[in-house]
């Protein structure tokens, strides 16, 4: 089955203990990318990469870390995560091979309910 | 950078009627790609619908449809005889075409009532 794995579900953690939460396609994608869902807010895109050893900074990358070692994972780094990187976050993928690729919708993995205290 | 902007912020509808959700955006690009994704309570992201900028023919998927309105940058969703099952949070999208960089709006929290 197609399929964007996120892991974990939830996860509850203190202040400054790093975390990683992982990421992994199955469709051969080239793009990824992490979104952050807040109330209000809508997703707003934290890292996103276009293909392996290829990142960028999305609208709030502030706090976290990204790599893209192999094509199919991509894994978000909090170095050292604060209260105000408590939300839900996501996944995503798709094709990115330019042209009609672009209409390619975003694949999402099932989210990652984060809670720093 | 492009901004996307969903004005309601909660809509209901009674079952089997019809509601319209609204989306506008802001761009300089001629060609990009729009999305409405559903967010259930599960909180799974689920494509609805999707239109190319460059197609004047609105898409339609089964009960639901678009109004694109290119000119005033609009990118309604229109869903026809509603179900109890549409009750979701849904966010409108919108992909560049120079960065692949999609962006979404705030969302709109639809209640259907029996």
């Known amino acids: 089955e197609a399929q964007v794995t996120q892991n974990p579900r939830y996860l509850i953690t203190v202040t400054g203990k790093k975390l990683t939460v992982t990421c992994s396609q199955n469709?051969?994608?080239?793009?990824m990318s992490w979104y952050r869902q807040d109330p209000g807010l809508g997703l707003r895109q934290i890292y996103y990469?276009?293909?392996?050893?290829?990142?960028d900074k999305g609208d709030v990358p502030e706090g976290y870390k990204v790599s893209r070692k192999e094509k199919r994972n991509f894994p978000l780094i909090l170095e050292s995560p604060s209260p105000n990187q408590t939300s839900l976050y996501f996944c995503?993928?798709?094709?990115?091979?330019?042209?009609?690729?672009?209409?390619?919708?975003?694949?999402f993995g099932n989210g990652t309910r984060l809670t720093v205290t | 950078a492009q901004t996307v902007t969903q004005s309601q912020p909660e809509m209901s509808v009674q079952e089997a009627e019809t509601v319209t959700l609204s989306c506008t955006y802001d761009?300089?690009?001629?060609?990009?790609?729009l999305f409405w994704y559903k967010q259930p309570p599960s909180r799974q992201m689920i494509l609805v619908i999707r239109q190319e900028a460059y197609k004047q023919q609105n898409a339609t998927e089964n009960r639901f449809s678009v109004n694109f309105q290119k000119a005033a940058k609009s990118f309604s969703l229109k869903i026809s005889d509603s179900q109890l099952g549409d009750a979701a949070m849904y966010f409108c999208a919108y992909r560049s075409v120079d960065n692949n960089d999609m962006r979404f709006g705030a969302g709109t929290r639809l209640t259907v009532k029996p």
């Open positions: 761009t300089s690009e001629s060609d990009y790609y």
């Open positions: 990469s276009m293909n392996v050893e290829v990142t």
């Open positions: 469709m051969n994608h080239e793009y």
């Open positions: 995503a993928s798709s094709l990115y091979s330019g042209g009609s690729s672009y209409n390619s919708p975003l694949h």
